[in-house]
């Protein structure tokens, strides 16, 4: 039933197994990298944070891709930056994720009054490197996830 879709996982679904799952099915997967695979999430982090570094610095770098958008609304505006490569010969245990093709790093810069937070997000996709397509589909799962989130408590109110 999920043949030809993008399924996207939060890190707790960030699985061997469920990728290759995912893949069996013929469907790509963008899984959520956290603590709970710290040295993949550490190693595509360091990776990514310098690649994007020599990217701004006009360096040569290894970011094949990068998508950015905004949105404002909600007396806040968030800008967000998807960076992409395909380039992992570097990565020691994409072996081990069946059908690994790129890694993701979305930067959210949200302004609130004088306030500025930003925050790195990573990812691993069967996908290939299209910047563009993996923002998209990293926003409907947070619009997704939000829109739960919202109806979870919205139910506890009444």
Same mark, same amino acid.
């Given at each position: 039933?999920?043949?030809?879709? =993008? ?20 469907? $790509? ?6 603590? $709970? ?73 949200? =302004?609130?009054?004088? +306030?500025?937070? =930003? ?26 996830? +939000?829109?739960?989130?919202? +109806? ?7």
């Amino acid at each position: 039933a999920i043949e030809g879709a =993008t399924v996207t996982i939060d890190a707790m679904g960030t699985q061997k197994k469920i990728a290759k799952k995912i893949l069996s099915k013929k469907a $790509n997967y963008i899984l959520a990298l956290k603590g $709970n695979h710290s040295t993949l999430h550490d190693d595509i982090r360091l990776f990514l944070s310098s690649e994007v570094d020599k990217l701004h610095q006009n360096k040569a770098h290894k970011i094949t891709a990068y998508h950015e958008d905004q949105d404002k609304g909600h007396g806040r505006i968030e800008q967000r930056t998807c960076y992409v490569t395909d380039q992992l010969d570097w990565l020691t245990q994409r072996s081990q994720w069946s059908g690994l093709r790129s890694v993701v790093m979305i930067e959210s810069q949200v =302004t609130l009054g004088d +306030n500025l937070r =930003t925050e790195q997000r990573y990812f691993i996709s069967s996908l290939p490197p299209d910047a563009q397509e993996i923002a998209e589909a990293v926003r409907s799962h947070w619009a997704i996830e +939000n829109s739960l989130h919202w +109806n979870c408590i919205s139910r506890l109110e009444q």
